[in-house]
């Protein structure tokens, strides 16, 4: 069997990295190498995991602070196995989580990556929604008109597909997951497995306004850098402009959100976007 890389993330979550290390370290696989990236972390991260006794646990530490895709890409440049799963420091896993997708490698080998159903959970472990990963092949043209994949945590790809595909964006601070999955979607084919083997813990904080900011900015981004495929995709185009006019609209930002709904009805017409258009003017 392969070896297979499993790469966290964390920061200041001292309360739950160790349920996620654990989860990593219980698969049925046992040919797997855990790197936990601490980005700085000012809690008893650093204890708490080296409390953890397992020869396939490497932890590394970040002086500073510097997010969550220089973490990643940290972990990916540590990384010896040939396929690379992330996961969040709060989330976890089934037990067959690994082992179910790298059969599914094995069965389809020019996929670049793989990725499951995921229950989204409270912090008290509540079902909160899930996401079926129903999509498989060439998803790109899905892809561009939202996050199909999903949360970073249900993700397995080939490490050779990574290193190609540049790394992580260090210049977004959110949907730098999204970005990564579309860069990948366009060259390679992917695997969805409808099995909930993915937990995502969604925590109740209230967004702040800088989050809103980083938000619109990582929209402006991405619809910039895939400009030329959104133009070829009207209505993933129209759908991404109605979601970035919705951000604009709870920063209180009508001006620019009447520009941008009206954009979208421009390119595809629909009765959302023209409603929300017209609240810009209330």
């Given at each position: 069997m392969p070896l297979?890389?499993?790469?966290?993330?964390?920061?200041?979550?001292?309360?739950?990295?160790?349920?996620?290390?654990?989860?990593?370290?219980?698969?049925?696989?046992?040919?797997?190498?855990?790197?936990?990236?601490?980005?700085?972390?000012?809690?008893?991260?650093?204890?708490?995991?080296?409390?953890?006794?397992?020869?396939?646990?490497?932890?590394?530490?970040?002086?500073?602070?510097?997010?969550?895709?220089?973490?990643?890409?940290?972990?990916?440049?540590?990384?010896?196995?040939?396929?690379?799963?992330?996961?969040d420091s709060d989330?976890?896993?089934?037990?067959?989580?690994?082992?179910?997708?790298?059969?599914?490698?094995?069965?389809?080998?020019?996929?670049?990556?793989?990725?499951?159903?995921?229950?989204?959970?409270?912090?008290?472990?509540?079902?909160?929604?899930?996401?079926?990963?129903?999509?498989?092949?060439?998803?790109?043209?899905?892809?561009?008109?939202?996050?199909?994949?999903?949360?970073?945590?249900?993700?397995?790809?080939?490490?050779?597909?990574?290193?190609?595909?540049?790394?992580?964006?260090?210049?977004?601070?959110?949907?730098?997951?999204?970005?990564?999955?579309?860069?990948?979607?366009?060259?390679?084919?992917?695997?969805?497995?409808?099995?909930?083997?993915?937990?995502?813990?969604?925590?109740?904080?209230?967004?702040?306004?800088?989050?809103?900011?980083?938000?619109?900015?990582?929209?402006?981004?991405?619809?910039?850098?895939?400009?030329?495929?959104?133009?070829?995709?009207?209505?993933?185009?129209?759908?991404?402009?109605?979601?970035?006019?919705?951000?604009?609209?709870?920063?209180?930002?009508?001006?620019?959100?009447?520009?941008?709904?009206?954009?979208?009805?421009?390119?595809?017409?629909?009765?959302?976007?023209?409603?929300?258009?017209?609240?810009?003017?209330?």
């Open positions: 297979v890389s499993v790469v966290i993330p964390t920061y200041n979550r001292a309360q739950f990295v160790k349920r996620a290390i654990q989860s990593a370290l219980s698969q049925d696989l046992k040919n797997i190498e855990v790197i936990v990236v601490d980005d700085g972390s000012q809690d008893n991260t650093e204890e708490v995991i080296k409390n953890i006794k397992d020869d396939r646990l490497i932890y590394i530490k970040h002086e500073a602070n510097r997010g969550v895709s220089e973490a990643r890409n940290t972990g990916i440049k540590a990384a010896q196995g040939k396929y690379i799963a992330f996961l989330d976890f896993w089934a037990k067959n989580k690994i082992s179910k997708q790298l059969e599914a490698f094995e069965k389809n080998p020019e996929a670049g990556l793989c990725y499951t159903s995921v229950n989204f959970i409270d912090p008290n472990g509540k079902i909160k929604r899930v996401q079926r990963a129903i999509y498989s092949g060439y998803i790109y043209p899905l892809l561009l008109e939202k996050n199909i994949i999903g949360p970073t945590s249900s993700v397995m790809v080939k490490k050779e597909t990574l290193l190609l595909s540049q790394l992580f964006n260090t210049k977004l601070n959110y949907r730098e997951d999204y970005e990564m999955w579309l860069r990948i979607a366009k060259q390679h084919p992917v695997i969805g497995i409808d099995e909930t083997l993915t937990f995502q813990v969604v925590h109740t904080n209230k967004r702040l306004s800088s989050d809103l900011t980083r938000r619109i900015e990582s929209f402006e981004y991405i619809l910039q850098e895939f400009k030329d495929d959104f133009e070829k995709h009207p209505k993933a185009f129209a759908r991404q402009l109605y979601e970035l006019g919705k951000i604009y609209l709870k920063t209180n930002n009508k001006v620019n959100a009447r520009q941008i709904f009206w954009h979208s009805f421009t390119i595809r017409p629909s009765i959302n976007a023209v409603s929300k258009y017209l609240s810009t003017f209330i």
